[in-house]
């Protein structure tokens, strides 16, 4: 074969990329579309447990509420919103303790990338606590209340 010939100045060509170039690279592609597959689980675990967190720092609350029943005086403060701590999570915070005994605390989520939504804890006359919480287009998300 003549040195000038096609087949020749191919087998001469050194690589343009060393070998282990290629898989470095299809090991980065996939790492990446990994990434981007789980994201979504890891958002919604956050998601979870900025709304658990939510409903505690709300919750803390309940022990005013009650002292406040215990007491006659239903005037709400601070205290009866679970202020300071529900500021972190809350954008917007209602109270309500009418004299049936049928106390709401409300908590709209602060507003962020990955969550919307609301907390609420509820009192039945007997003194019964629910926490329930709402995140729009999501199905309901099963909330662990605290304990009182």
């Keep these: 074969m003549p040195a000038g010939s096609s087949a020749h100045a191919a087998r ?3 690589p343009r ?10 090991v ?9 597959l789980l994201a979504p689980a890891v958002d919604g675990h956050a998601s979870r447990v900025r709304l658990r967190d939510a409903a505690n ?3 803390r609350a309940i022990t005013t509420v009650e002292a406040s029943y215990a007491a006659g005086d239903l005037t709400l403060t601070d205290q009866h919103l679970g202020l300071p ?17 049928h106390a709401v605390l409300s908590c709209e989520l602060r507003e962020t990338a990955a969550l919307r939504g609301s907390v609420r804890w509820s009192r039945t006359a007997s003194g019964e606590w629910r ?18």
């Design 17 to 26: 990329y060393p070998p282990w170039a290629a898989t470095g690279i299809t």
């Design 57 to 59: 720092a709300l919750g």
């Design 131 to 148: 926490c329930s919480a709402r995140v729009p287009g999501v199905r309901p998300i099963p909330l662990e209340c605290p304990a009182e």
């Design 12 to 14: 001469d060509v050194s």
């Design 28 to 36: 980065a592609l996939v790492a990446v579309y990994a990434i981007l």
């Design 85 to 101: 701590a529900s500021a972190a999570y809350c954008s917007h915070l209602r109270a309500s303790l009418p004299d049936t005994g």
